[in-house]
């Protein structure tokens, strides 16, 4: 069974510039939730989406978004890029609610934001 | 705690010996927990997972650890291989909040 899978894996903008990120659940799994990783920081939680609805929220700006389509993958979108918002973003899926079940982490998007 | 980046706490043992990886935790509602290895430009990898109502679960040439009266968790690895090289993560979660609480990393080094 494939992993999880994100695209773009590497990604370069400018501030200002806004991103899209993709990521494609294990077949099969319902849950997708994104992480994102710096030094400074380790790994936080940005949120999670379960059947399309979004469950649970970390404490990140509004700039920060994301959706899911009725196939399960998800997207995430950051507007108005500041240089703070470089890091690795990491997305991860579970067969059912992530309170419920273990988490499987895809290979994550560089995100380099100059 | 432990401090991450530059400051990741290191852990440097011999090929062969067993390692012990320790975690500290932040929630005592926390009633689930994970290691996650994570190696260099990839994700990170399920380990090994336990639940609060068990203090020990075995795996492959790993052993977890739980601790709930001093909230600690540990990872011990058998017979560390250079393939073991990497930062492992431990991470909870308790009650309604699905999201993992992560640790801030520990990097082990295998010398061969």
């Known amino acids: 069974k494939a992993g999880v899978t994100q695209t773009p894996r590497y990604l370069i903008k400018t501030r200002g510039q806004q991103v899209t990120l993709s990521c494609s659940p294990i077949?099969?799994?319902?849950?997708v939730s994104w992480y994102q990783q710096t030094p400074g920081q380790g790994l936080q939680f940005l949120f999670e989406?379960?059947?399309?609805?979004?469950?649970n929220k970390g404490n990140f700006p509004g700039r920060f978004s994301g959706r899911q389509f009725s196939n399960s993958r998800s997207e995430m979108n950051v507007s108005t890029l500041e240089l703070g918002d470089s890091a690795l973003y990491l997305c991860?899926?579970?067969?059912?609610?992530?309170?419920?079940?273990?988490?499987?982490f895809g290979p994550g998007t560089r995100l380099t934001v100059l | 705690g432990e401090s991450v980046g530059l400051h990741l706490p290191t852990l440097s043992v011999q090929e062969g010996d067993n390692s012990i990886i320790n975690c500290a935790y932040s929630n005592s509602a926390s009633d689930y927990f994970i290691w996650y290895k994570q190696e260099s430009g990839k994700g990170p990898q399920f380990i090994i997972d336990?639940?609060?109502?068990?203090d020990k679960r075995q795996g492959q040439r790993v052993t977890v650890l739980l601790n709930k009266t001093v909230k600690h968790l540990s990872l011990q690895i058998a017979a560390t291989q250079p393939g073991d090289s990497a930062v492992y993560f431990c991470?909870?979660?308790?009650?309604?909040?699905?999201?993992?609480?992560f640790g801030k990393g520990t990097k082990l080094s295998v010398k061969p």
């Open positions: 077949s099969g799994h319902r849950s």
């Open positions: 989406y379960f059947s399309e609805t979004q469950r």
């Open positions: 991860a899926s579970s067969l059912w609610e992530a309170s419920t079940d273990t988490q499987y």
């Open positions: 336990i639940r609060s109502n068990m």
């Open positions: 991470a909870e979660k308790g009650g309604s909040q699905g999201n993992l609480i």
